[in-house]
């Protein structure tokens, strides 16, 4: 994997942006306990299987890390339906007859069904909020990529991991499933390019909307 790039202005803003990140994470989890507590019950009375789903994803500088989700599908799946979907997105493929979700994975016979529910409202990613407290990843940065999404990408996406993953960024507030992997990895770069701790925060508030939109989810 080519070296990422460092953008100055990122590293005189690294402070800034953990502060931000840790305050955020300590109010978010003293109001969404009861949340927490709540779905977890829920996805353990949906089906067998843990609440929580573990996955290794690149983070800064291609550092493998095991970032947490709650589970949407029925435990023990395989990942070879989501490895064929990349394939066809890579060659130019839709994967879904959804007009609003077109690149995203639709249908999935192996997502429960508080999962389908957890996936349209972005609820699953609230684990990663752990993630961010332990600094794997941010509250705003580029979506974390499974290992085997980089093999397809170009010399100049990998620019995107100069940065730690977020759990809201460019990608999720402008499209999500409506806009194919080229595109999402350009906003990516496009975030990292042109990042100012003002940019965090205004992604920060586009996300509520996005979220109750679900702008792009399934």
Request: with cysteine; hydrophobic share 45%.
């Amino acid at each position: 994997m080519t070296r990422p790039i460092e953008r100055p202005a990122l590293a005189r803003g690294a402070i800034g942006k953990r502060v931000l990140d840790v305050v955020l994470v300590g109010i978010a989890f003293i109001v969404l306990a009861p949340v927490f507590l709540v779905l977890a019950l829920a996805i353990r009375i949906d089906s067998p299987g843990p609440a929580i789903f573990k996955q290794q994803r690149v983070g800064r500088n291609g550092k493998i890390f095991v970032c947490l989700k709650f589970r949407t599908m029925v435990q023990g799946s395989s990942d070879q339906t989501h490895r064929r979907a990349i394939q066809r997105l890579w060659a130019g493929e839709r994967i879904s007859d959804d007009p609003k979700a077109e690149f995203k994975l639709t249908n999935d016979a192996r997502v429960t069904s508080v999962g389908r529910w957890l996936r349209r409202t972005s609820l699953d990613e609230l684990p990663q909020l752990i993630n961010v407290l332990r600094g794997e990843m941010s509250i705003v940065g580029p979506r974390p990529a499974i290992p085997y999404e980089i093999d397809y990408f170009q010399e100049w996406h990998h620019e995107r991991h100069s940065v730690k993953p977020g759990i809201t960024g460019l990608w999720q507030v402008r499209g999500r499933g409506r806009v194919g992997p080229m595109e999402m990895l350009r906003l990516d770069v496009e975030y990292v390019r042109t990042w100012t701790l003002w940019t965090d925060l205004k992604l920060i508030v586009l996300t509520i909307p996005a979220m109750l939109r679900a702008l792009g989810a399934r």
